[in-house]
């Protein structure tokens, strides 16, 4: 009963690499989220997809990109990553976006 | 965009004790969620409640939409209720949430 999986767990990062997060749900769900937690920050959507095949920006979308590659997987990718992105990077689902939402793991990210 | 206000921001409590977290929200919303975050980091939802009043447990949750608010009730505290409570609330398929009350339980 896998959930939300998210991959990689732990990441470093030298600024101005690249990498992609991935995040898959097996619960056939419709919406899937994006979110990063910083101290004293809570949780801040980055970005969102309703259902497949559409994207959406959150509150704090830019330096990242999405792909919501069918209905399962929707990635996250930092193009060239700052030390403003070091952060702890939450995915999530739900059976579409007024309904209960279940969190992934999380994903430790560090860019140094 | 909408503003998700929790109060109070910290709590430290014995073992035992009752709490009253609150969580206002600056515009009508169409749902709101209570979440847990314990301290390894895992999120579990605890109520997803538009409105009217849910128990499950030592644990309720109330929310009065019309007056933007919404309040989560622990009783008989455990130190395993440590943690951050977080509201989150669904407008234009967006959810937002709130920066958290964090919750020490002292044994």
């Known amino acids: 009963n896998a959930g939300v999986t998210q991959t990689p767990k732990f990441q470093v990062l030298k600024t101005g690499q690249s990498m992609t997060l991935q995040c898959a749900q097996d619960?056939?769900?419709?919406?899937m989220y994006w979110y990063r937690q910083d101290p004293g920050m809570g949780l801040r959507l980055i970005y969102y997809s309703a259902s497949e095949g559409t994207t959406d920006k959150g509150e704090v979308p830019n330096g990242y990109n999405v792909s919501r590659l069918n209905k399962r997987e929707f990635s996250l990718r930092l193009e060239s990553a700052a030390p403003s992105q070091t952060s702890v990077y939450f995915c999530?689902?739900?059976?579409?976006?007024?309904?209960?939402?279940?969190f992934g793991e999380g994903s430790w990210l560090t860019v140094v | 965009g909408i503003q998700v206000e929790q109060s109070p921001p910290d709590l430290i409590l014995q073992e035992g004790a009752n709490s009253t977290l609150r969580c206002n929200f600056s515009?009508?919303?169409?749902?709101l969620q209570w979440f847990h975050q314990n301290p390894w980091g895992q999120l579990i939802n605890l109520f997803y409640i538009p409105s009217g009043t849910k128990q499950n447990g030592r644990l309720s949750a109330t929310t009065v939409a019309t007056e933007r608010y919404s309040l989560l009730y622990i009783s008989s505290s455990q130190t395993t209720d440590s943690g951050v409570y977080f509201c989150a609330v669904l407008r234009d398929d967006k959810i937002i949430f709130g920066k958290g009350t964090r919750l020490h339980i002292l044994p």
């Open positions: 619960m056939n769900h419709n919406s």
């Open positions: 999530a689902s739900s059976i579409s976006s007024g309904n209960t939402i279940y």
């Open positions: 515009d009508s919303v169409n749902n």
